[in-house]
């Protein structure tokens, strides 16, 4: 439970409330999500009601079993789930969220629940400080709408490995294409929200490229229920295609990981391209089809075949559900987005992150579209919430206005005990969704639940171990050329194609230049 | 559970009936929805000096070099998709969608020569979409009414929407046109 001092109030409260100036830019300059399709504001309310009260529990177990800084380490070495839209911004703030509709019921006061929101808070902050350790920030936002994790070691990989293409031949129409399958299904494993798309970057590849991460998560059997039986030709669950761009500038990565770019995104700008997987069992990226780029063609090709039919069948699926099934499961789809750090600590359970807690069943008549509407709307957007006001003097950081999405803790808990600490950890819930029966498909096959905690439990990435994981950039660039650098340089460099072995010693010039350049590995053009 | 009930009943009892967003919210309690489908933003006629009658604006997702032009589908129910599913889309069709997300057309969207998308913005998800399938596509249309069948020409040839133009109030710079209508 909550160490409760003035020194970790401090803290929590800071960060609640970067969180809070945050999330209100992003939900006015982004853009606002409808669907004919799924009811995705009653289930955005179930789902930010879940998280309150089912989420502290969850990460108390989670953190003794592997601490947050811990995890933060393991998403920024390669590509997680938990990752920037799904924890560092959206599973503190559903939480807080959640929060609010209670405050705003009358249900809650800002002192009750105190050890939980400290508890989060102090989990997710230090999780995102880890994550972000490369770049020092805490937030994309806080470094300008920037999102650089990746080590030099990883990226030297990438630049030297990366197919190159011209628009039109056969591994640059492959990837296009690819990559819109894997956006549509996405958003259709994800009922219609954008927690399975993921980018990162921009990383800066010389002579006027830039190179963005561009991740996709949960395509197979997993954790989803409605997954069982798609996609099961698919062989992974999580895929990530880096793309190198010329003369484009991505002049934003925010918190939601979507991007902005000057011009704009066009696939006529795309130079070199490759695939990757990796989940809570690997070590590193691992490579997919990268051998050559017919290979790579081939893979992507018979991926986007795979992804296309089965976005039909989940469609389909999807298509007869009843509105509370489609509340459901939307809503365990955003109350669910810290799951992978259960799956990294090998403490997951099924019914931990797929049920909808009984106390939150009781709000559901509450929920027809209208008021799901107007209440995130004024939650979120107008803040107009009565108990969202500050004093008349006050000027928040975006609007200008004295109101704030998210609410502070009074310090008064401090010396007054009229508080209740926590919303209680006891769980019972239940789901109008299918039970999940399938298995779990990860980069050692498909399994069962039990083999994927057992997998996972003890599991260290070999950079992460005990005589790498301090070794940050700061360490090598005062000590590149060493055995010790060499070494950890090679771990990353493990299974790629142009630089297996080759150690620490590199620039960019030293480099094997990328196939555009050679005129060599092409993809039938 | 109770309580919420009853107050959803008391709403319900005035007379009051909600407004809808899903489909599947109008379908499963019919009684508790207004049935009423989204107006066509009205826009001003007018007949261009190549006699083409301008119809509606919208927000260019993807700059083309030349415009788009094809007979209008109107697309709103899972029934229309699952029918274009089975029978597949005409060529060339372009799509009236008043849903801005990308799960509804899922499985089809890729079939549409153009999308005139009546929500949203060129960062919603079919937006996003459109762009990734290179589907030419003008979210945010105010449109006047339009029927299957009609001809249209899409300006995709418009720039798109600046970075804050949604702050700004700066939308609606590609035009739609009525080439030829269905009657």
């Known amino acids: 439970m909550a160490n409760l001092n003035y020194r970790s109030l401090l803290e929590t409260n800071n960060y609640l409330r970067n969180l809070s100036d945050t999330t209100y830019w992003l939900c006015i300059t982004r853009t606002v999500q409808e669907s004919k399709l799924f009811p995705m504001n009653p289930y955005m309310l179930v789902s930010y009601l879940n998280s309150f009260y089912r989420l502290p529990t969850l990460l108390r177990e989670i953190d003794a079993a592997t601490p947050a800084e811990e995890l933060g380490d393991r998403a920024r070495e390669v590509s997680l789930k938990v990752d920037t839209v799904n924890a560092a911004w959206g599973m503190p703030a559903f939480y807080l969220i959640g929060r609010e509709m209670l405050m705003n019921w009358g249900l809650l006061r800002p002192t009750d629940a105190v050890d939980d929101v400290v508890d989060v808070l102090d989990f997710s902050r230090r999780f995102n400080l880890a994550y972000h350790r490369n770049d020092g920030h805490l937030t994309n936002k806080e470094f300008g709408d920037r999102s650089q994790f990746l080590p030099e070691r990883t990226l030297q990989v990438f630049e030297s490995d990366l197919h190159g293409v011209v628009p039109g031949d056969r591994l640059h129409t492959a990837a296009t294409k690819l990559v819109a399958q894997l956006s549509q299904f996405a958003f259709l494993a994800h009922c219609e929200c954008r927690i399975g798309l993921h980018n990162s970057g921009p990383y800066d590849f010389g002579n006027n490229r830039q190179m963005i991460m561009r991740d996709f998560f949960d395509l197979a059997e997993g954790d989803y229920p409605w997954m069982d039986g798609i996609a099961t030709q698919l062989p992974l669950n999580n895929l990530t295609i880096p793309i190198v761009f010329k003369d484009t500038n991505f002049h934003l990565m925010d918190d939601w990981a979507s991007f902005e770019a000057e011009p704009g995104y066009n696939a006529a700008n795309i130079e070199a391209v490759g695939m990757y997987t990796s989940d809570p069992l690997t070590d590193g990226y691992i490579p997919v089809g990268m051998d050559n780029a017919d290979t790579l063609a081939d893979t992507m090709e018979q991926y986007r075949e795979i992804l296309n039919e089965a976005t039909t069948d989940l469609w389909k699926r999807i298509a007869n559900w009843s509105r509370e099934q489609m509340i459901d499961a939307g809503a365990l789809v955003y109350s669910s987005v810290g799951k992978d750090f259960a799956h990294l600590a090998g403490t997951y359970r099924q019914d931990d992150w797929f049920q909808i807690d009984e106390r939150v069943q009781r709000f559901k008549p509450l929920m027809n579209d209208e008021y799901g509407r107007d209440n995130l709307g004024e939650m979120v957007g107008l803040l107009s919430l009565p108990h969202q006001k500050s004093n008349e003097y006050t000027m928040a950081r975006y609007s200008g206005m004295n109101q704030n999405m998210l609410t502070g803790i009074p310090y008064s808990v401090l010396t007054d005990d009229d508080y209740a600490p926590t919303a209680g950890d006891q769980f019972s819930g239940s789901s109008s969704l299918p039970e999940k029966s399938g298995l779990w498909t990860t980069s050692a096959g498909r399994i069962d639940i039990d083999e994927y905690n057992r997998r996972a439990q003890g599991f260290v990435p070999a950079v992460l171990d005990g005589t790498h994981r301090y070794l940050d950039e700061e360490w090598v660039k005062w000590n590149h050329g060493t055995a010790q650098a060499d070494e950890l340089y090679r771990l990353t460099q493990r299974g790629s194609r142009n630089l297996e072995g080759r150690g620490s010693g590199l620039r960019r010039a030293d480099l094997p230049t990328t196939d555009t350049a050679k005129g060599s590995d092409d993809a039938d053009r | ?183």
């Open chain 2, 1 to 183: 559970m109770k309580d919420a009930r009853a107050i959803e009943l008391e709403t319900l009892d005035s007379g009051y009936r909600f407004e809808y967003s899903a489909t599947a919210s109008l379908e499963s309690e019919p009684d508790k929805y207004k049935r009423a489908d989204r107006p066509a933003s009205s826009f001003t006629d007018g007949l261009d000096s190549d006699g083409r009658r301008h119809v509606g604006v919208g927000d260019n997702v993807i700059k083309k070099s030349q415009t788009v032009s094809g007979p209008v589908a109107l697309v709103s129910t899972i029934e229309q998709v699952m029918e274009f599913l089975t029978d597949g889309i005409p060529p060339g069709t372009i799509a009236v969608i008043d849903d801005s997300g990308g799960t509804l057309t899922a499985p089809i969207i890729e079939g549409f020569a153009g999308v005139i998308c009546l929500g949203g913005t060129v960062r919603s998800h079919l937006g996003i979409l459109a762009r990734e399938y290179d589907v030419p596509t003008l979210m945010n249309c105010k449109i006047n009414d339009l029927k299957n069948g009609d001809m249209v020409e899409l300006e995709v040839t418009a720039a798109p929407p600046a970075a804050d133009a949604y702050e700004t109030g700066d939308t609606g710079h590609a035009r739609i046109w009525l080439i030829e209508n269905e009657g």
